[in-house]
């Protein structure tokens, strides 16, 4: 699956920087037809080994403040659709089977969810209740962001990120610049890591998201209805998690033009 990374990158200076770059396709395409191959500098082990402390970290925090899994019933429901779209997982990647998956709601208003490399997912309790979330609805959530975690879009723009900062060092290195002002280069790299996914990582989550959910017995077409909410919710601008390009009416558009295609794997589920 893997071959020398063929990418151009802006800077011809990084040529010897990316010696060890890898172009990969994570998963496999699935009836949707994801294939996109994507550059890495990072590896997976790598990734996953700072996203479970990172995870570790937001467990103890929300543990602190009494704010994790306090609602057990709303824990268990998320725990269970979670389990149906897990098992569905290896479709996409092998793999996933043997990942470490873990599940918790932490109570907090915020309209959010995630999903760290390696499967550590994160439910905000704000989603579920303020949006009123049918278990179909929240498959769609679920599938999203677990679908980001299968591709590995977090390795992904932490190569890119990474490329970046070595691109700035041998540039800052070349021009003479001094320690201080490389280590503020480094911090804008930083940043970087903080913005959302890019429109193509969106799009290939919510499209694989669809098929996860579709194949553990949860109605795609309920994918539309979580969005026309956010819409709602965020005045069309929709809040946190779906904050990304591309914009509402554009990702309804693109979902239901892919729901025939996992339509049959929903209706497969229901027959058996």
């Known amino acids: 699956m893997k071959q020398q990374c063929r990418k151009v990158f802006s800077a011809g200076l990084l040529a010897l920087a990316l010696a060890g770059c890898v172009q990969v396709n994570t998963t496999s395409s699935g009836v949707v037809g994801i294939n996109r191959s994507q550059s890495m500098l990072l590896t997976a082990a790598e990734v996953e080994q700072s996203s479970a402390k990172s995870y570790a970290g937001q467990l103890s925090q929300a543990r ?18 979670t389990q149906r779209l897990i098992a569905q997982a290896p479709t996409f990647r092998p793999d996933a089977a043997h990942w470490k998956w873990e599940v918790n709601v932490a109570e907090t208003p915020e309209l959010n969810a995630y999903a760290m490399a390696g499967g550590k997912i994160m439910v905000y309790s704000g989603l579920v209740k303020k949006l009123q979330l049918s278990d179909d609805e ?22 890119q990120a990474y490329a970046q900062q070595m691109g700035l060092s041998l540039v800052g290195t070349l021009a003479g610049f001094n320690q201080s002002q490389l280590n503020l280069a480094g911090m804008a790299a930083d940043v970087a890591l903080s913005k959302p996914h890019s429109r193509t990582m969106e799009s290939e989550a919510d ?52 729901i025939p295609q996992v339509m049959p794997l929903y209706l497969q589920t229901k027959r058996g």
Do not use: C
């Open 64 to 81: 602190g403040a009494g704010k994790l899994n306090t609602d057990p019933a709303l824990t268990t429901r998320v725990r269970k659709v």
């Open 207 to 258: 499209i694989i998201g669809l098929e996860l959910m579709a194949r553990a017995g949860y109605n795609p077409n309920a994918a539309v209805n979580v969005w026309n909410k956010m819409m709602r919710a965020g005045s069309g601008n929709g809040p946190e998690f779906l904050s990304t390009h591309p914009s509402g009416p554009t990702r309804i558009q693109d979902l239901q033009a892919h």
């Open 138 to 159: 929240m498959a769609a959530v679920l599938g999203h962001e677990m679908a980001h975690a299968l591709r590995e879009h977090s390795r992904e723009m932490l190569s």
